[in-house]
């Protein structure tokens, strides 16, 4: 009793379960009323799942909470080289910020240390993960360990540059590879972890070019990267070293690293980028070598787990608004208008429900998160149909990942293994003018898809200073001697994360909590089933 799997663990925190509304309430007229039992309902079937876990938690032991602490800072504590090599002695930092400019001169005379600056993180230094003590489950996106919903303190590593380093920077060769689809950000990232390395001292640091494909490809030659190289490129949306899909096994990437001689290795990506990340960590653990890994969520769909935003996410959400605006003035200026702007969110709705809710222009949002119908008297159509009567145009934002089930499916996957999902922007457009149609209501579509325009723009100022901070935190993890991890930002503070504990399954949008209930009040939408 008491010891709690990792993914039984991931579980119990996991703040909802995807509500299935087709299983069953009756609709009663208030949406409101609805709401609330939707709401009891899915907080219901939590609570049994947290029951099914009772031989994993007893929460009869008086002790439960202690242990389930126990094993949080278990499941949370950073792999680091001395876990096996435990003979390494570390060296002062050559980061310190008394000394601007770029190390140049080898460290023959010894390492730089300064015994008076004070800008270093003491490995003990944590970050709170939970900030809010519900007092109830019921209470709107509530995340509860156990059914008395009881405060448990959970604490991540504080990320930032150690005293102590464990890799000498004229013995380092930093590699940087970018995977998965683009995301505005990602240049600067690169950037700032080209700069951050040569701070250190670093002068062998180059990219792979096209994600993990670039240690397999012979054709593909790895690109020197410096501080004049990287100067203005984050001036420019895209990938300065390309990306990709798909590519070589782990074992490849491991030996082309061998090869090479990498012993720091810089990876921005997603989900999948990060399940690649964590084999080459433990895969150079297999083979005893002396590399950091670590990573750097980039993911335009927000659907990292833990972090309060991933980078590229306010960008694209910025971005979004000139197609949402677009829609809207299309549809207000036609005779019964209706806008329909596909945004991107392969299983999150993160970004239609931030785009939706800055805009003020939105009467529907459809989200992966949330089933909908689009026939029926609940259904979309018959709402939009008393939109056109009562306001005479409408707007929909939906989810890529939207409504999936609607769709043929195809089992279709693209080269990383991700299903290929069908397009519901279209889908939904063509139901419309059927509908239409056939209930004899004059109505003019118009479907705007911005969804590759979106996430190929450069970075905007908020994001910018998220990619400043993931990038130079990624280089302090590494010469601190951590492998396996990603960097990220909880409750405004940076944090070093163990990558399975991040990925263990999508963040989801919780149609329980207080956002998604806002997104609601603000389109004014009803549930559609
Ligand atoms: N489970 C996995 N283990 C190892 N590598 C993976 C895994 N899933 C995906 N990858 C690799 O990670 C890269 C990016 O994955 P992909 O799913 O396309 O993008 P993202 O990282 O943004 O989720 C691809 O090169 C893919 O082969
Ligand atoms: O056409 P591509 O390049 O496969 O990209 C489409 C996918 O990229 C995304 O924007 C983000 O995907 P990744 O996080 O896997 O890069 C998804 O929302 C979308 O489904
Ligand atoms: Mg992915």
Redesign the pocket.
Known sequence: MGTISHAIAAKVLLPHLPSNRSDGFACPSSRLLRSNLSRTATRTRVFAKVKNQSSEIDFSDPDWKSKFQKDFERRFNIPHLTDIFEDSVPIPSTFCLKMRTPVIEDFAGGYPSDEEWHGYINNNDRVLLKTINYSSSTSAGAECIDPNCTWVEQWVHRAGPREKIYFKPEEVKAAIVT???L?PGLNDVIRQIVITLEIYGVKKIVGIPY???GFSDKELAEMPLSRRVVQNVHLSGGSLLG?????PT?SEIVDSMEERGINMLFVL???????????IHNECRKRRLKVAVVGVP??IDNDILLMDKTFGFDTAVEEAQRAINSAYIEAHSAYHGIGIVKLMGRSSGFIAMHASLASGQIDICLIPEVPFQLHGPHGVLQHLKYLIETKGSAVICVAEGAGQDLLEKTNAT?????AVLGDIGVHIQQEIKKYFREIGIPADSKHIDPTYMIRAVRANASDGILCTVLGQNAVHGAFAGYSGITVGICNTHYVYLPIPEVISYPRLVDPNSRMWHRCLTSTGQPDFF
């Open positions: 995977c998965g689809g995301c994600g993990y494909r990306v990709s899909r798909g590519g782990i990506g997603g989900n999948g980028t990060h399940a690649g990340a964590n084999a980039k993911t693209d080269a990383s293994g991700n």
